[in-house]
């Protein structure tokens, strides 16, 4: 079964490349999280955390192993 997570960590690009290649991420879109404006663009995201949303196969991997990893590559 598909599940999603939701994780902000500086530089969505970054993480979007480490994180799509963990097992059992079945695909990932970057996007913001929060923030004070109705339409967030990458040249105005005030207050905007650069997030990532994870579509993973829960049989594959878990909520668990995926925040393991993101907490190891986050300075």
């Not at 079964?1 to 799509?20: D, P, S, V």
């Not at 999280?33 to 994870?54: C, M, Q, R």
Request: net charge negative.
């Amino acid at each position: 079964m598909a599940k999603k997570l939701y994780l902000a960590g500086g530089c969505f690009w970054g993480l979007q490349e480490l994180m799509r290649h963990q097992p059992g991420v079945l695909s990932t879109m970057v996007g913001y999280a929060g923030g004070s404006n109705n339409n967030p663009t990458y040249e105005s995201h005030p207050g905007h955390a650069e997030a990532l949303e994870i579509t993973y196969d829960e049989t594959k991997t878990s909520a668990a192993e995926l925040y393991d990893y993101f907490f190891r590559i986050h300075d």
